[in-house]
C-alpha cells in the first residue's frame, strides 16, 4: 500500500473503495514485470552462497510464526519471511541478522537507486525507501531491529544502502525516516476515510494503472486541473480550494491571487501561474491551435536524421537503433535505417551500437533529431560500457547542438504551447494526424515485444518492434515539421511588482 500510495495516493483510495468492475486488465508490460521480478529473484536466491533459511513455501500467519521462529535460533540469513506488529505488515526478501538483531533487504530486478545522470549521483527510491522502512519500523517494535537501515539487492546484484538515519541535507531535503511517517500517517487516514483523495493526470505513470480508465474518466468529466500540462498533483492540491476547473482558470483573473512575487498557492509563482493559464485558455478554447512563444534557429543541413532507440531496463540493454533518414526536407525520399540486438547479450548489445555510431559517423554533415535526452544519456552509458567503439569525444561530437536537436527539452518545453494534455510524443504526433500501427503504441509494450522475441524468436514480432521504432522515428519528423510551420504568438507575461 505504501509502495503505490508514493506513486498515486488515489491508487491506494482505488483499491480499497473503487468498484472493481471498472478496473482495466493487467497490461502485458505490467504482467511482463510480475514475472521478471520473480525470475530475478529466483536467481538471486539461488546464488547466495551462504546458508539461509528459506521460508518462501510458507503462507500467512504459519510464514509469520516460522519468522519469528528463525530470528529466536539467531538464523543468520532468512529468505521470505513475514513480519506485522499492529496495523503494520511486510514481507521482506531478506532478514540477515546484524549484531543483536537483524536488518531488513528486498531483490528488486530495477536499479537501487534513481535519478543518476551525466553529472548526478543517484539517489534512494522514495518507493522503495517506505518498504524498507516499514519492515524497519516493525523490526524496531518488535525488539529485533539492529538500526534504522535497509538495503535493496539490486539488478546488478549491487547491495544499496538506504539509511534512515541521515539528517536533511541540500541535496534530500526530508529525512527518510520522515517520508515514511508522513506516508504512514496519510495511509491510515486513506483507510479511516478520514482523507479523501483526488485522480490526477501523469502521462507516464498513469498508462499502465488498472484505475486509468476510470480515473481519466473522472478527470474529464471535472474538467480537472491535472490536465493541464507540467500542472501535477501537488500544484494542483495548492490550487483546487480556489480554482475548481481548467475553465475556471481560464476564465479568472489572475491578479488576485498574486502578492508581490508570490502568488497564494504553495509551489506556484506569479509566471507560472500566468503559464497555466494560458494553456488553460488554449485546452478551453475550442478552436485552439499550437503556437511558438518564441522562434527557434534548426540547424541547415540537406540530410536529416530522426533518432529513437528502444531499451530494456530490465536486462539493462540497448536491443535497437532506429533512424529516419531525410534528404532535402523531401519525405518521398525517407528510408528507415535500424541496428538491431538480435540476442540480449552484451556482445550484441555492443554490435547494435557500434553500427549505430559508425551511420551516424559515416552520415556527417547532417542534422539529428531525437525527443527527451533518454537517447543521448544512453549512449553516454553505452560509451563507458564499450569504450572502444568511440571515445567520449568522438561520441560529444554527434550530439553536439549545433546539429543535434533535443525536439522535447529544447523546443517543445521551452518554445511552443499545445492544446493536449500532455507533450509526448504520442499525443502530440496523434494531434498532428499521424497514426502508428500499433494500437496501442508504448515503449512498454516495445519491451513486453523483445522479451517475447528473445524467448520465442518468431520473425513477425522482431518486425512489430521494427515497426514501432519506425513510426516513432517518423513521428519525430511529423512534429518537427509542424513545428517549423507554427506561427510566433508570445505567451501572456507577468513582471511581479517588486514595490507590493
Known amino acids: 500500500m505504501l509502495y503505490d500510495l508514493v506513486a498515486c495516493p488515489h491508487r491506494v483510495s482505488m483499491d480499497l473503495f473503487g468498484d472493481s468492475k471498472e478496473r ?186 488498472v484505475w486509468y480508465t476510470a480515473c481519466i474518466k473522472t478527470l474529464e468529466a471535472t474538467n480537472d486541473l491535472t490536465l493541464i500540462p507540467e500542472l501535477g498533483r501537488s500544484k494542483r492540491d495548492a490550487m483546487v480550494d480556489s480554482i475548481h476547473s481548467i475553465h475556471e482558470l481560464a476564465e479568472a483573473d489572475a491578479t488576485t491571487f498574486i502578492r508581490g512575487q508570490k502568488t497564494i498557492f504553495a509551489g506556484v509563482g506569479p509566471s507560472t501561474l500566468l503559464k497555466f493559464q494560458s494553456r488553460a485558455r488554449l485546452l478551453s478554447d475550442g478552436a485552439g491551435k499550437p503556437y511558438l512563444r518564441q522562434p527557434f534557429e534548426f540547424p541547415s543541413f540537406e540530410r536529416e536524421l530522426f533518432f529513437d532507440i528502444e531499451v530494456d531496463p530490465m536486462r539493462d540493454i540497448c536491443y535497437l537503433h532506429g533512424f529516419v533518414e531525410r534528404l532535402a526536407g523531401d519525405s518521398g525520399s525517407e528510408q528507415f535505417v535500424s541496428f538491431f540486438a538480435d540476442d540480449a547479450t552484451p556482445e550484441a548489445e555492443e554490435a547494435a551500437f557500434a553500427k549505430a555510431v559508425r551511420y551516424m559517423e559515416a552520415s556527417q554533415p547532417c542534422a539529428v533529431y531525437y525527443y527527451s535526452k533518454y537517447e543521448r544519456t544512453i549512449y553516454r552509458k553505452l560509451q563507458k560500457k564499450y569504450s572502444h567503439v568511440c571515445s567520449e569525444a568522438e561520441l560529444e561530437a554527434i550530439f553536439d547542438p549545433a546539429r543535434a536537436v533535443d525536439l522535447y527539452f529544447d523546443v517543445v518545453l521551452k518554445c511552443t504551447e499545445w492544446p493536449t494534455r500532455d507533450f509526448s510524443i504520442k499525443t502530440l504526433a496523434k494531434y498532428l494526424g499521424f497514426d502508428w500501427h500499433d494500437t496501442h503504441p508504448s515503449g512498454a509494450a516495445s519491451i513486453e515485444w523483445f522479451d517475447r522475441w528473445v524467448k520465442q524468436r518468431a520473425p513477425s514480432i522482431r518486425q512489430q518492434i521494427l515497426v514501432y521504432n519506425e513510426d516513432d522515428c517518423r513521428a519525430t519528423r511529423v512534429l518537427l515539421d509542424a513545428i517549423k510551420r507554427l506561427p510566433v504568438l508570445p505567451a501572456e507575461r507577468f513582471e511581479p511588482d517588486v514595490t507590493a
Open 24 to 209: 482495466d486488465q493487467p497490461s502485458p508490460f505490467v504482467q511482463l514485470l510480475w514475472e521478471r521480478g520473480t525470475a530475478h529473484e529466483d536467481e538471486v536466491v539461488s546464488k547466495i552462497s551462504d546458508a539461509f533459511v528459506d521460508l518462501s513455501g510458507f503462507h500467512g500467519a504459519e510464514k509469520e510464526e516460522q519468522t519469528i521462529a528463525a530470528m529466536n535460533n539467531e538464523e543468520a540469513l532468512i529468505y521470505g519471511g513475514r513480519v506485522s506488529y499492529g496495523d503494520l505488515l511486510g514481507e521482506p526478501d531478506l532478514l540477515r541478522r546484524d549484531g543483536s538483531g537483524y536488518i531488513a533487504g528486498d531483490i528488486k530486478s530495477g536499479a537501487g537507486e534513481e535519478g543518476a545522470g551525466d553529472e548526478s549521483e543517484g539517489k534512494p527510491k522514495k518507493h522503495y525507501a517506505v518498504q524498507l522502512a516499514l519492515y524497519t519500523d516493525v523490526l524496531e517494535r518488535l525488539g529485533r531491529s539492529s538500526g534504522r537501515r535497509a538495503f535493496i539487492l539490486d539488478v546488478h546484484s549491487k547491495e544499496v544502502l538506504y539509511d534512515f538515519t541521515a539528517s536533511a541535507t541540500a541535496g534530500k531535503p526530508q529525512p527518510l525516516w520522515d517520508y515514511y511517517e508522513e506516508c504512514l500517517r496519510q495511509a491510515r487516514a486513506i483507510i479511516a476515510e478520514a482523507e479523501k483523495t483526488l485522480p490526477a493526470y501523469a502521462s507516464g505513470l498513469c498508462k499502465n494503472c
